[in-house]
């Protein structure tokens, strides 16, 4: 049972242009669509999740997604929205990357099913490679003139007088490869739709001109919006770069904590393109946010359904967990329970100071670990002061001045929170 793709993507605010007589197309049959992801790293990032997202809300339509792996284009390089040339990379990076890239995908495609519309990943490098030089300009590029080329937004951008470099041939024949692919995917899959970001509406139109001079048939197209943010900076980047779906790359207590931290404008319009919420659980969702904003529903439930999506119901608890010992609810056990890495997450930016194992037989003494040893207070006078007014804690744990940091006490065999007041941290090494 096919269901309106168009109308869910509407809804949800994720379509920017959409070609006429799409969405008739659609209700007509299965079809097949692709978006094409970028190799150049071994992971996604969040950028990547609306075009994913597409292709996932395209196959519950029952239709069949394609996610194309750009091994051929990224040894070249898309000139859309860039404003110099990326760096290019060898065959054996590709293929590592594009096999890090399925693993990523099938926690949102089911590309194992033996339904007709089972997920499919394709690299264009597979059909590319054989291609002659003499043989593409002759087969593909004789068909679209340079007029049309320069047409495009992307390629205008790179030539106008304010671009500091001007554009290579290579990356002015981009178009006409991306084209290929799209007329390659209509004669061998029978992929009728490319999908993608607003920036790629000249590229993927380049395709469904090729389908209709070279395969003689019709070609879709249909895009989303660049995902921006309401204070003006990018999407999916934070001081540290881009936010990655790899828990390695981006631990999942800074994915969950980038997502709660969305203000009320964005998080409205991310519940909608990131989750799977119904449009009924979403308007109430908004209408419960906005009788008590300061309880932050609508992030908290926007980080929980994205983190759980792209990682793991138990990696959203451990998140929860370790955003929670920053606000005193937590215990000593909960502190224990931290990985290393989540540990430096959440304490990043915490002073530190080293001591050594030797100091913990039999035990280092307060006045030495809150002062003389650390400078985390100012002097031992001030450590006694505040020992004596029961507003220091080990581990979250409240000490007087008799106790003695052990062994026994250490986080990871590595670590140990010292806690002045509700907001004071610091962090103590064992080496």
């Avoid at 490098?125 to 320069?150: A, P």
């Avoid at 430096?344 to 100091?359: C, H, K």
Wanted: glycine share 8%.
């Amino acid at each position: 049972m096919l269901k309106n793709f168009v109308q869910e993507l509407q809804w949800r605010g994720m379509i920017h242009d959409v070609m006429p007589g799409a969405e008739e197309h659609l209700m007509e049959a299965m079809r097949a669509a692709y978006v094409g992801i970028d190799p150049t790293a071994d992971s996604l990032h969040i950028g990547h999740l609306v075009g994913v997202m597409m292709l996932k809300h395209f196959q519950l339509a029952g239709h069949k997604p394609f996610a194309l792996v750009g091994g051929a284009t990224g040894m070249i390089g898309d000139p859309s929205g860039k404003s110099a040339e990326r760096n290019l990379l060898d065959e054996k990076t590709l293929r590592y990357n594009q096999e890090a890239l399925k693993a990523q995908l099938s926690r949102f495609l089911d590309f194992e099913s033996d339904e007709p519309n089972a997920a499919v990943l394709v690299n264009n490098y597979d059909w590319m490679k054989n291609f002659s030089f003499l043989e593409f300009i002759r087969d593909v590029g004789k068909h679209i003139t340079v007029n049309y080329m320069m047409a495009k937004d992307s390629v205008k951008k790179r030539l106008s007088a304010d671009a500091k470099e001007g554009m290579s041939f290579t990356e002015f024949t981009y178009q006409l490869v991306q084209g290929y692919d799209f007329l390659y995917l209509f004669q061998h899959h029978d992929c009728t739709l490319q999908m993608g970001g607003s920036d790629q509406w000249g590229n993927i139109t380049t395709g469904t001109e090729l389908i209709r001079r070279i395969g003689g048939g019709k070609g879709f197209a249909l895009t989303c919006p660049l995902i921006t943010k309401a204070d003006g900076t990018k999407f999916g980047k934070t001081e540290g770069g881009n936010v990655w779906l790899d828990a390695e790359r981006t631990s999942p207590y800074k994915f969950y904590q980038y997502w709660l931290n969305t203000s009320d404008e964005d998080a409205e319009k991310y519940v909608k393109i990131f989750t799977f919420l119904t449009q009924q659980e979403i308007q109430d969702l908004v209408a419960a946010h906005k009788e008590a904003p300061h309880e932050r529903a609508l992030q908290r439930k926007l980080a929980e359904e994205v983190t759980t999506m792209v990682h793991s119901k138990e990696d959203l608890e451990n998140a929860i967990k370790a955003s929670d010992i920053l606000f005193g609810k937590s215990t000593s056990q909960d502190l224990k329970g931290l990985n290393e890495k989540t540990f430096l997450d959440v304490f990043e930016g915490v002073p530190q100071a080293q001591v050594s194992r030797e100091e913990l037989v039999p035990g280092l003494d307060m006045i030495g670990a809150l002062a003389a040893k650390t400078n985390f207070l100012g002097s031992n006078g001030e450590a006694r002061r505040e020992l004596k007014q029961n507003s220091i804690s080990v581990n979250k744990e409240k000490v007087g001045e008799e106790y003695l940091i052990t062994e026994a006490d250490l986080i990871n065999n590595k670590f140990v929170l010292l806690q002045r007041g509700k907001k004071n941290y610091f962090v103590l090494v064992v080496d």
